[in-house]
């Protein structure tokens, strides 16, 4: 009781928060304030702030540096290939400034420097707490040192050098090249402007045929001029230039690559071709390729169907980079390919009312991609059909399919004796010297809807008497809708005149339809509509002429059914009480 204790936690804690705190308690206001006081001492791990890399010309000095923070103070060492540096007052000096209490900077100095002195250095800071560790550069100057690797004679005029170079961290301004030429003691400049400063190879031209060389070399960068390095044994250039110009042939042909080949070189130029340069001209462009394989032929491939083409290959030299005049030029074709599709293809499904005749006709535009010579054309014809039968039930039918063929100078052509209600597709493909069917194009028709066939033999009726009337009783037949949906059936009356019979009558699309009154007041033969039936009545007798019209009734969805429609070939203009039917005679 009485008693009040206090805690600071302080996060994140950084060296701002190193120092002394004090802890201050009151009794009220006007008592008296008590004082307890706390220090921070921050410790941390080292930490790298800055580093600096150095460099020297030989034989002088170069300076190293790098700086640590960390408590407790980091102790620094320099390392040089996982060797630990010591002082030595001949080559190395090293220096600590302990720019506070918690930061050291450690200075190396390089004496009398030598090319092994150049490389990466660590420079290593470590405390109680842990390590950091900072890289730090030195580079040594010197001129540049030149190491002729490889020379070889490539022509009787040529030679090819080639060498590696040490720059000492300066870029290679220049190159000297001189030669002694046969048994002579006297040196000769080469014409080092053609040698690129960022090279590593040459080819040395103008030399004498069959003719000994030694070759020196040397290289230049700011620092200076190195030493020239001599090749250890002179090198002959040849008594001859390897020049060999292949005799090129077709091996092979495919509708969209080509094989060519060539001969092999003489058995003294072998060593001096390493290998050939083949290109392709296809007229618009020429393609070159690079052929490194042992064996004197290429394939060329992704080539277009029934296109020209012309070839040519080259010898060529590694060393020098130099090839042979080409080859004659071999021309090359390759053969057809599978032609794209035919163009605009268009089917027209065709019918003849009268004659009850149906037919297809197909039109097609050349292909726009024939890839090769079009022979001709494959056309086939396919049809599909779905009805109800005589007995209603529904059928699902292919007919039979139907192929022709038609030159390459045909665009049409035309299928006869085709059903009437059927779907027809029809495709066409060209054909060309690949002799197969080439991407195919298709197109479809419906072919009309016609009336159902042998209507003539399908009904029969006979007169009877009722209720002491003569009226006609009408078997209605089961029909097929092969040929189409029948909306309804029409039962039309024909009245002939006095002395008239029925082979004097005109075609039925010639009798004009009128009401019952109608036909009867008028002078002559008339005709008019009994009944109207749907097909429900199929397979039934009805009865014309009792003067009850009993099937007109849920027909009206088909506008052929109105008592006075027609086919659209055959319409004739409704008269007066047009939407009427009348029973009786």
């Known amino acids: 009781e009485g008693v009040v204790s206090s805690q600071l936690v302080v996060s994140d804690i950084s060296w701002e928060d190193e120092g002394g705190y004090s802890c201050r308690a009151r009794d009220g206001n006007e008592g008296r304030i008590e004082k307890n006081?706390?220090?921070?001492?921050?410790?941390?791990?080292?930490?790298?702030?800055?580093?600096?890399?150095?460099?020297?010309?030989?034989?002088?000095?170069?300076?190293l540096s790098c700086q640590f923070e960390g408590k407790p103070l980091p102790i620094v060492s320099w390392l040089l290939?996982?060797?630990?540096?010591?002082?030595?007052?001949?080559k190395y000096e090293i220096t600590e400034d302990n720019i506070s209490d918690k930061t050291v900077n450690s200075l190396l100095k390089i004496l009398n420097l030598e090319h092994k002195d150049n490389g990466t250095y660590l420079c290593h800071g470590k405390n109680a707490h842990n390590s950091d560790t900072a890289i730090?550069?030195?580079?040594?100057?010197?001129?540049?040192?030149?190491?002729?690797?490889?020379?070889?004679?490539?022509?009787?005029?040529?030679?090819?050098?080639?060498?590696?170079?040490?720059s000492w961290n300066l870029p290679v301004t220049g190159y000297i090249l001189s030669f002694r030429e046969g048994?002579?003691?006297?040196?000769?400049?080469?014409?080092?402007?053609?040698?690129?400063?960022?090279?590593?190879?040459?080819?040395?031209?103008?030399?004498?045929?069959?003719?000994?060389?030694?070759?020196?070399?040397?290289?230049?960068?700011?620092?200076?001029?190195?030493?020239?390095?001599t090749y250890h044994a002179s090198v002959n250039t040849l008594d001859f230039d390897p020049i060999f110009i292949p005799e090129v042939s077709i091996k092979g042909i495919t509708k969209n690559s080509i094989s060519v080949g060539w001969n092999d070189p003489p058995e003294k130029f072998k060593e001096h071709i390493h290998f050939y340069r083949a290109s392709k001209d296809d007229g618009e462009h020429v393609t070159e390729v690079l052929h490194t394989l042992p064996y004197p032929l290429h394939l060329w491939g992704e080539l277009k169907s029934a296109s020209s083409y012309k070839f040519t290959v080259s010898a060529c030299n590694e060393y020098s980079g130099e090839c042979s005049p080409p080859s004659e030029v071999m021309p090359g074709k390759t053969?057809?390919?599978?032609?794209?599709?035919?163009?605009?293809?268009?089917?027209?499904?065709?019918?003849?009312?009268?004659?009850?005749?149906?037919?297809?006709?197909?039109?097609w535009q050349d292909p726009q991609n024939p890839n090769g010579n079009i022979e001709f054309y494959n056309i086939e014809l396919t049809g599909r059909a779905r009805y109800y039968d005589d007995k209603r039930k529904m059928k699902v039918i292919n007919v039979d399919s139907q192929t022709k063929t038609e030159d390459s100078n045909s665009i049409m052509t035309r299928f006869d004796f085709l059903e009437a209600n059927t779907n027809y597709s029809v495709r066409v493909c060209a054909v060309t010297g690949s002799k197969e069917c080439g991407a195919w194009r298709a197109a479809t028709c419906s072919m009309p809807v016609m009336p159902p066939a042998g209507l003539a033999q399908a009904f029969t009726w006979y007169s009877v008497e009722k209720d002491e009337k003569n009226i006609f009783k009408l078997s209605i037949p089961r029909l097929s809708e092969r040929n189409?949906?029948?909306?309804?059936?029409?039962?039309?009356?024909?009245?002939?005149?006095?002395?008239?019979?029925?082979?004097?009558?005109?075609?039925?699309?010639?009798?004009?339809?009128?009401?019952?009154?109608?036909?009867?007041?008028?002078?002559?033969?008339?005709?008019?509509?009994?009944?109207?039936?749907?097909?429900?009545?199929?397979?039934?007798?009805?009865?014309?002429?009792?003067g009850k019209s009993i099937g007109a009734i849920g027909v009206a969805r088909c506008s052929a059914c109105l008592p006075y429609g027609r086919d659209k070939r055959f319409t004739d203009p409704e008269p007066e009480g047009a939407n009427k039917v009348e029973d009786g005679f």
Not at 340 to 351: E, F, I, N
């Open 484 to 546: 189409g949906e029948i909306c309804c059936i029409k039962v039309i009356v024909v009245r002939l005149s006095s002395g008239q019979s029925a082979k004097d009558l005109p075609s039925q699309t010639e009798i004009p339809i009128t009401n019952y009154a109608a036909a009867h007041s008028a002078e002559g033969s008339g005709a008019y509509v009994a009944e109207i039936i749907t097909t429900v009545y199929m397979g039934r007798e009805i009865e014309i002429g009792d």
């Open 81 to 90: 290939h996982g060797k630990v540096i010591t002082e030595d007052p001949e």
């Open 37 to 63: 006081k706390a220090t921070i001492a921050v410790q941390a791990k080292p930490v790298n702030v800055g580093k600096e890399s150095g460099s020297g010309n030989v034989s002088q000095t170069l300076e």
């Open 183 to 229: 048994d002579t003691n006297a040196w000769k400049y080469h014409m080092v402007s053609q040698i690129n400063a960022g090279s590593t190879s040459y080819l040395m031209a103008n030399l004498s045929a069959n003719t000994p060389y030694t070759i020196k070399m040397a290289a230049k960068n700011d620092h200076g001029t190195g030493e020239f390095n």
């Open 136 to 166: 730090v550069d030195a580079f040594v100057f010197d001129s540049p040192a030149v190491q002729v690797d490889h020379i070889v004679a490539v022509s009787s005029t040529k030679l090819f050098i080639n060498w590696t170079v040490t």
């Open 335 to 363: 053969y057809d390919g599978l032609s794209g599709p035919p163009a605009d293809v268009v089917m027209s499904c065709r019918s003849d009312n009268i004659s009850d005749f149906h037919w297809v006709d197909v039109k």
